[in-house]
Every structure is written in structure tokens, then in C-alpha cells.
Antibody
Framework: EVRLAEFGGGLVQPGGSLRLSCSAS????????MHWVRQASGEGLEYVSA????????YYPDSVKGRFTISRDNSKNTLYLQMNSLTPDDTGVYYC?????????WGQGTLVTVSS | DVVMTQSPLSLPVTLGQPASISCRSS???????????LHWFQQRPGQSPRRLIY???NRDSGVPDRFSGSGSGTDFTLRISRVEAQDVGIYYC?????????FGQGTKLEIE
């Protein structure tokens, strides 16, 4: 069974940093591209980042480029999202997902709150 | 960025009746490899999103055949042949052809 579990969310002050993790099991992690998608409370879905199966290619929208870094450790079946210079606009539930052009499996999400 | 526009944004439906959601993209979603990366997701209240349809018209495993997708180029549709109570939630289209990938605003389906 495919399982994705996000960790690392929490309360952080504006300008602070946070590192999210996504633990994967039930499928060949190293063969799959992975994604981070976020959702502000009561709002829609927004792509945050994506990474190719071997980690060689990463993608970011302008809203997080230069502040967020996606990475993966295929030996640990784990996806990461390093988030720096956080602002209140970054508040929301962060989901990791598996897939090439879209996530076919999603985790349960982890809540990030940026507030003073 | 590619803008995805859904309509309607609110969709009240009677149980057992059909429902249809439109999704239009600001540019063609036909990829250089010939595929069209337009997908549909369902998000039930309090749950993570779930993919229903990938590449326009392919149902994901376990998705009832009441759900179908169609369209091409910039114009796409998700149809539910007979709405059931468990279909309540928000439906999103998403394009995976042009980075950054983008979602529609979401269509809230509710039972009348």
C-alpha cells in the first residue's frame, strides 16, 4: 500500500525557517517524481515544488523560488522541503504527493503557521 | 503562468442527477510529447485531495465509472453521471503541461 506521511510543520515567526519531511513507503520511491502542494485555510491548492526521481531536476513557482529548496534522499525514501524567509502568506497545509505530471497519491498534510 | 478557470464555482445537485464542471486553460495543454496533462481531483471535507482523472479522460484506480473526463486543447469537462452523497466536496482541475503546474479555483459540489 502506498503511504506518504508529512512531518515537520508547526508555528514559526515571520522570517524564520522550517524543514518539512515526507516519508514514503509501499512503492519504489527512487523511481518516482515527487511534489509539494500547499493549501491555505479555506483556499485552493497551490503548487510549491517538484523534483525528478533522481533529484537532478527541481521546479519552483516564483512565489517560493529562492526561499524554498526541495530535495530527496532515495536511500531513506524521504522527501524534504527546506523553507526559509517565511512570511504569513506561506501559512497552510503542506501536502507531499507522488507522480510525474500530477500526484496520484497524497499524504495527510502538515500544517505550517507563520505568525508572530 | 497558465490560468485555469473553472465553472461553476458552486454546484448544487439533486441526488441521482448528473453534474458537469468546466475547466478552461489560458493556453493549450498539449505537451511536446503529444499528451495532454489535464487532471481532475476531488477533495472531500476534511480530507486530502484525491486524483480522479488523469490526462483528460483516464480514471484512476478505484474511481467509480460515474466519473468521466473529456476535452482537448484548452477546454475540458468533468462529468458525474449520477451524483451520490459521497461526491460532496470540492473538485479541482490541474494542468501538468507547463511549469509551474496550476490548479483551477475549485468547484464546490453540494447536495440540494
Amino acid at each position: 500500500e502506498v503511504r506518504l506521511a508529512e512531518f515537520g510543520g508547526g508555528l514559526v515567526q515571520p522570517g524564520g525557517s522550517l524543514r518539512l519531511s515526507c516519508s514514503a513507503s509501499g512503492f519504489p520511491f527512487s523511481s518516482n517524481a515527487m511534489h509539494w502542494v500547499r493549501q491555505a485555510s479555506g483556499e485552493g491548492l497551490e503548487y510549491v515544488s517538484a523534483i525528478s526521481s533522481n533529484g537532478a531536476n527541481t521546479y519552483y513557482p516564483d512565489s517560493v523560488k529562492g526561499r524554498f529548496t526541495i530535495s530527496r534522499d532515495n536511500s531513506k525514501n524521504t522527501l524534504y522541503l527546506q523553507m526559509n524567509s517565511l512570511t504569513p502568506d506561506d501559512t497552510g497545509v503542506y501536502y507531499c504527493g507522488r507522480g510525474r505530471s500530477s500526484p496520484d497519491y497524497w499524504g495527510q498534510g502538515t500544517l505550517v503557521t507563520v505568525s508572530s | 503562468d497558465v490560468v485555469m478557470t473553472q465553472s461553476p464555482l458552486s454546484l448544487p445537485v439533486t441526488l441521482g442527477q448528473p453534474a458537469s464542471i468546466s475547466c478552461r486553460s489560458s493556453q493549450s495543454l498539449i505537451n511536446s510529447d503529444g499528451s495532454t496533462y489535464l487532471h481532475w481531483f476531488q477533495q472531500r471535507p476534511g480530507q486530502s485531495p484525491r486524483r480522479l482523472i488523469y490526462r483528460v479522460s483516464n480514471r484512476d484506480s478505484g474511481v467509480p465509472d460515474r466519473f468521466s473526463g473529456s476535452g482537448s486543447g484548452t477546454d475540458f469537462t468533468l462529468r458525474i453521471s449520477r451524483v451520490e452523497a459521497q461526491d460532496v466536496g470540492i473538485y479541482y482541475c490541474m494542468q501538468g503541461t507547463h511549469w509551474p503546474y496550476t490548479f483551477g479555483q475549485g468547484t464546490k459540489l453540494e447536495i440540494e
